[in-house]
């Protein structure tokens, strides 16, 4: 942690000045320069490129090629686009596709994965892990006649970080697969990829991983890791926009002994002989399955371009940096209000967004949406999730996001709210 | 069939200025009024709704109300767009929902009817249905342990229509599924919905209608029909633009016996409580998977206005004299170059394309898109299919096609292409 931190505005304009990514904020659509926006991690902003991208696909490709389009870029995106994200998350080529949402990626490998090895019963997960995962996990294992058990390894008593002992118990040699995601949702606590692949490696488990809050925020060598499969978004971090279409890794070195549970025809050998059998296509590409949102993924596939060209080390510094003086604020400007951190000290062991609890968070949440102009996002039971998107966001904008929650602890007011859930996300 | 059509430009322009439904085509964009698209069936047109949606998805939705737009109209997307493709499918509220492929929902649809009676073992289809639909069919049976057998019916010997006696004598008291495609891709052929689901139930078989050649051109009448269940796609007749997200139905009176073989999120009971097990949303809800495109889904929700304001009945009826038109010209300027049709001609019986074979149609499909501005499409072995999409296409622009269908005979202009198959759709 950076010792020279101040509490000042002054302060965050200096940082801001020193930051070597400042420019990329221009690449943004920002229509309301007064919004604090620490919500980068469930929806990414709207860049210019993806701006000219979404209009091109639907005026010039759509309108004007029509069905010729097809053959003019559409019909390998899954493919391309794949490969980008590959430059993001640490893989060479031929293992990234790009295909429906993450949730039907996660059953498509876990399915191929169970099916590998039908003798080993037992799925590990954490009880920290997206819900949504945990459903998919569920569903597999009661598609496949309740033969398998799912173990949920639980968090030290901190809350935030996972019992990485609890979790070395429970992997043995019965279990089929490990999965986890790579950065915690609620805590934003961030796993040792290596560590926790090598770990299950050794029992002979393999491990997907969930990159959905790490993927564009944090450093991620899927192919140094040597991980198996890996699934994630591309609306958070990676900027595609609201629903785009999720990825999918899986590690060249057992592509070919998989077999996707959705023989989709974008999967298949041949699509365009239409034969009346399936054939898997080679690598990657079996898991794709159906027809994919072309509008949704050029879009996407534009907006990646922001990323690239800032590179994954770049952005990971100023992460940990926006990150570290989040946590300073916290600490002190928000501490004597009753707030206190969700989220690991220890930036090695942190994603891009942190977590600050206090018993009121949900009225807290409402009074700065409704009347602060801070969009967080708030996550049960008293989370106050804050993302810092190191692409768009200004140490200043961290500052005067800060000061303002400052200001309606101070001015109390979360009072006149509700504690009455409302939101949907 | 009109016996009044006559072969003339003057003729198709007087069909033109009695069409009731001619000023749709102000409603789309046509950036080059020389082209004669028919190919509508693969992918509709671009509408100005359409455009208009997508620019304020994007840049209002997105790039202003950023993650609060989740709360004002996103959530709800799959269940609110579902009910308008259910005005265009006959479906009464709540069975229609918008999610994923039209692969992914066969795929999940037909694991959840094989669940349901674990003890039938037998599927039946057809040989015409989409490849992708066997496809998925077949890895639904390897996942289930193969022990389920696909039974496919085959065309009566005009290669043209079902086989219904075969189909009537497939159908056991061990069928489990009954799946076809309502509007066959090749042919045109459209089944009789009412009395092969009625086969069907009467031997205790549920049944999967695809939709996605016949939705937005025939009409279709799913409750009327005590149907199972339909997918279909968005991208053809309802002109959702490329890959738009896609649509099941499930009828009221089965929902709650249903399981998804997919538990997603979007298809849990209270997704924002964050539970850690997952309990179905009642109603077609519980088949979404996870999060779903949304700029592609909702400038497809756009595209459906001017298809619910021209109404059903109407489309329909402009369709049939529209193919029989078409079959007209087939007889009197291209059976004389070896032309033969693929197609029923009792318009009853075909949904809005026609299949018009020649041995050398791959290269007559050419030499139509290099050089006439013509776009049909050509499907194996020696199909050239022709779309006629009653929202926006004129009889001018078909008379015009045929006419310079017939020009490339006449001049023999194939015979420079190479028959080597090249294209990817």
């Known amino acids: 942690m950076n010792k020279d931190f101040q509490v000042s505005p002054e302060y965050a304009f200096q940082l801001d000045s020193q930051d070597k ?113 945990l459903y998919i996990l569920q569903g597999c294992v009661q598609l496949l006649g309740n033969r398998h058990e799912i173990v949920r390894i639980d968090s030290k008593n901190d809350g935030i970080t996972p019992d990485l002992d609890a979790l070395e118990k429970a992997i043995n040699e019965d279990t089929a697969l490990v999965t986890l995601s790579l950065v915690l949702f609620k805590s934003g606590y961030l796993y040792d990829m290596k560590q926790i692949t090598e770990m299950a490696h050794r029992k002979g488990a393999l491990v997907i991983w969930d990159l959905s809050h790490a993927a564009g925020a944090v450093s991620i060598a899927l192919d140094d890791c040597n991980a198996d499969f890996a699934v994630g978004c591309t609306y958070k971090y990676l900027n595609g926009g609201p629903g785009s279409p999720a990825y999918l ?52 596939e534009a907006a990646l371009e922001p990323l690239l ?86 140490f200043t904008e961290i500052w005067e996001g800060f000061d303002r929650i400052r200001r309606v602890m101070e001015e109390k007011r979360y009072e006149k709210y509700s504690a009455q859930r409302l939101t949907v996300t």
Do not use: C
């Open 21 to 133: 990514l400042a420019s990329f904020r221009d690449a943004f659509i920002v229509t309301d320069p007064d919004l604090i926006y620490l919500d980068g991690n469930s929806l990414g902003r709207l860049s210019k490129v993806a701006i000219e991208r979404a209009k091109q696909v639907v005026e010039e490709e759509w309108g004007g090629g029509l069905a010729r389009s097809w053959n003019k870029g559409w019909w390998e995106s899954p493919a391309r686009v794949g490969e980008k994200i590959a430059g993001l998350v640490g893989a060479a080529a031929g293992q990234v596709v790009v295909s429906d949402s993450t949730s039907v990626n996660l059953f498509k490998l876990t399915m191929a994965t169970l099916a590998l090895n039908p003798q080993k019963t037992r799925i590990v997960t954490d009880t920290m892990n997206f819900p949504s995962d």
């Open 249 to 300: 890794y899986v590690n060249k070195s057992i592509q070919e002994k998989l077999s996707s549970p959705i023989w989709g025809w974008w999967g298949q050998d041949k699509p365009f002989v239409f034969g009346l059998d399936y054939s898997p296509a080679h690598g990657a590409e079996r898991f794709l399955s159906g027809a994919q949102p072309l509008i949704s993924m050029l879009t996407m």
């Open 309 to 394: 060209q800032a590179g994954m080390d770049s952005l990971r510094a100023k992460s940990i940096l926006m990150t570290d003086y989040a946590i300073f604020l916290t600490e002190n400007l928000l501490v004597p209000f009753g707030f206190s951190l969700g989220s690991p000290r220890d930036s090695a062991q942190r994603g891009s967004h942190i977590s600050i609890r206090h018993p009121e968070g949900y009225r807290i949440n409402r009074a700065l949406i409704d009347e602060m102009n801070v969009i967080p996002d708030f996550r049960e039971p008293d989370n106050l999730r804050l993302g810092f998107t190191p692409l768009y966001l200004s």
